[in-house]
């Protein structure tokens, strides 16, 4: 799906249940899941969409202790080829999830269990699991077993119960 004009939301993660993220870098390069489920389109089809059109990434988020829906959006989401390890460019933040917490992994490479390329001294997916855009491990961890956006307004240290994130055409 490349834009041509608007086009409809296209969901790239879905997560309801703690479990089902700690996955291998092969796993996330392909995807899995379903959009009914827990959900990954794969790192080699967001690599292939956001390198050859431009889009806006949101992300949906529900408070694990009240229940309450915020968001965040991006106007900036690239997401670099295999060969660099499908490194991140993001930038543009508003919503009303309280912070920029995907921001922090501006520049970082993507890291599963069994491929760290986060700048911690361990393995920030192995510690957490899940496969994600580390750091010196992340302030978003939507696909870790913590499930938080740490920047967020939410109560019970911004634990999340549910998360999902949408490529919106410019």
């Known amino acids: 799906m490349l834009c041509t004009g608007s086009c409809a939301p296209l969901l790239i993660q879905q997560r309801y249940h703690i ?3 700690e996955r291998s870098w092969n796993e996330y390069k392909r995807g899995f899941g379903d959009t009914n489920s827990n959900y990954w389109i794969g790192n080699d089809m967001l690599s292939w969409l956001t ?6 990434l949101r992300f949906d988020l ?6 309450k829906w915020f968001y965040a959006e991006y106007s900036t989401f690239v997401v670099l080829p295999e060969a660099q390890n499908y490194k991140l460019q993001v930038a543009g ?4 999830a309280g912070g920029d917490a995907l921001g922090y992994s501006n520049d970082m490479m993507f890291s ?3 491929r760290d390329n986060d700048h911690d001294s361990g393995s ?5 699991g899940g496969g994600f855009w580390y750091k010196m491990c992340s302030l978003c ?4 077993i913590i499930m938080r956006w740490y920047k967020g ?3 019970d240290n911004w634990k999340l119960q549910a998360s999902r994130m949408w490529l919106q055409c410019k």
């Open 19 to 21: 479990s089902g993220f």
């Open 51 to 56: 390198t050859n059109d431009n889009y806006t």
């Open 62 to 67: 529900q408070a694990r202790s009240t229940g």
């Open 93 to 96: 933040f508003s919503g009303n």
């Open 112 to 114: 599963t269990y069994d």
């Open 124 to 128: 920030c997916a192995k510690r957490w």
């Open 141 to 144: 961890d939507v696909n870790d």
């Open 153 to 155: 307004t939410f109560a």
